[in-house]
């Protein structure tokens, strides 16, 4: 709508009134009571076709300052006609690059994105730059690298700028035509909702302290309170909210699953730790057994590699005829025994384990530190299992981390000849924190 508003009166066949026949018609008149209503300066009275007027959703010519305009490279049509129609354009035909034109504003507007459109010819390579009234650079939108040329193409800022100047350059010696410019703006609108409650009073809904929409699941007009089954069936009703719930964990970095029940006991469905392991991959065991002769020694010289990943280790072992054992941290190797064997807990996983598990016997404990030097080293357990005995640890409280980078031994000593049955498992695990 041009211009300011004026009062007019009208009957219903569109013909003005005077002000002095505004009044209540009754009888075969009463057609003609007059209508009150809104027309601009050109007698264009308001309605579905001309608006009150409002600011708009985008930068029209009423928004230009025509006198800070700068046409640039181009010639043509004012730069006012590109924000009021599309039949003129402003034109650069020659081989000037970057070519360009500048607007101002009357007002900051709050810039959300540009389209610009060409009745005939393109243009390309088009980088925008927003500005305060100063000149200061607030930020840009750069697409000049962009050779497809366009006859309509929006080009849209991440982050809303509060500009009061815009300039438009296109990077290319090619001809460029503008016959409008569409600068939409972001409205910002602030609102409140309201709910009715069931005495028909209606309350504002509320929001969290981080902007967050605020709800309540206290309360479900006194239905709740019926709801005291321990096993609903009724997932999808207001018992089913009430006193169901679906837990979920984490498979991987990515993947999320629910937890399942045991149908017996109803019970949740879990795993211990160390047989996670297993299914992973990184569970490991070794399993011997030895013919010692009397005063006779087996060593386990066990080594960890260096790095994060620890050794979660359990050994057990039974025996024959009265056996003593020690278990030694930081010694050191003069013959390294053969290849004990290890094996996955998983036997379709391929991973194999890092903790190096060699074996070695000797018929006396000198000749054993001879090749094993545990002087120095120290003892973590040690002790006597009775014939027919079992020694060690099977419990997960029990175990231990291993050092890395270290070197353990696990010595049996035979008081009495007889048979030696050793069972060791640990898997392999880096901390997450």
């Excluded at 020659?94 to 393109?122: C, D, H, M």
């Excluded at 060791?424 to 924190?433: G, S």
Aim: proline residues 2%; contains cysteine.
């Amino acid at each position: 709508m041009s211009g300011n508003p004026a009062i007019t009166f009208q009957d219903q066949t569109g013909t003005p009134y005077g002000i002095k026949r505004l009044g209540v018609k009754t009888g075969t008149d009463k057609d003609n009571i007059p209508i009150f209503g809104l027309s601009d300066s050109g007698g264009n009275v308001s309605g579905p076709q001309y608006p009150i007027a409002v600011d708009g959703d985008s930068v029209y010519t009423k928004d230009i300052k025509s006198s800070l305009n700068d046409v640039g490279t181009f010639t043509g049509a004012d730069l006012d006609t590109l924000f009021n129609n599309l039949d003129d354009s402003i034109t650069d035909s020659s081989a000037t690059n970057p070519k360009w034109f500048q607007f101002y504003l009357e007002r900051p507007a709050r810039v959300g994105s540009i389209a610009l459109v060409a009745k005939t010819g393109n243009f390309s390579n088009v980088k925008i730059t927003f500005k305060d009234r100063q000149g200061t650079v607030l930020d840009t939108i750069d697409d000049s690298a962009n050779n497809t040329k366009y006859t309509s193409h929006k080009y849209v800022e991440t982050d809303a700028i509060n500009a009061c100047c815009v300039l438009i350059e296109f990077y290319t010696a090619d001809a460029v035509t503008v016959s409008f410019a569409y600068v939409r703006k972001i409205l910002t609108v602030s609102a409140v909702i309201s709910g009715e409650k069931p005495n028909g009073e209606f309350v504002n809904f509320k929001a969290t302290a981080n902007g967050n929409f605020k709800v309540s699941l206290e309360e479900f007009d006194g239905e709740v309170a019926t709801v005291n089954a321990d096993r609903t069936t009724n997932l999808d009703g207001i018992a089913g909210l009430n006193t169901n719930a679906m837990t979920f964990g984490r498979i991987s970095d990515t993947v999320v699953k629910n937890l399942r029940s045991d149908a017996s006991t109803e019970s949740l469905m879990t795993v211990s730790y160390e047989h996670h392991e297993i299914h992973s991959g990184t569970h490991f065991f070794h399993n011997d057994v030895h013919d010692l002769s009397i005063n006779a020694v087996l060593d386990y010289q066990i080594t960890t590699p260096a790095g994060t990943k620890f050794s979660h280790f359990l050994a057990s072992f039974n025996t024959e005829s009265e056996t003593d054992y020690f278990l030694y941290e930081g010694v050191t190797i003069n013959v390294a025994g053969a290849d004990a064997g290890c094996f996955n807990s998983n036997r379709n996983s391929g991973t194999a384990c890092t903790l190096v598990v060699n074996e070695i016997e000797n018929s006396s404990v000198a000749n054993a530190n001879s090749d094993t030097v545990v002087s120095g080293a120290d003892v973590l357990k040690n002790g006597i299992i009775g014939a027919g005995r079992t020694g060690g640890e099977s419990s997960r409280s029990n175990e231990l981390i291993l050092k890395a980078d270290t070197i353990y031994c696990l010595r049996f000593v035979a008081s009495a000849a007889g048979y030696i049955n050793t069972h060791f498992e640990w898997y392999e695990h880096t901390d997450r924190n």
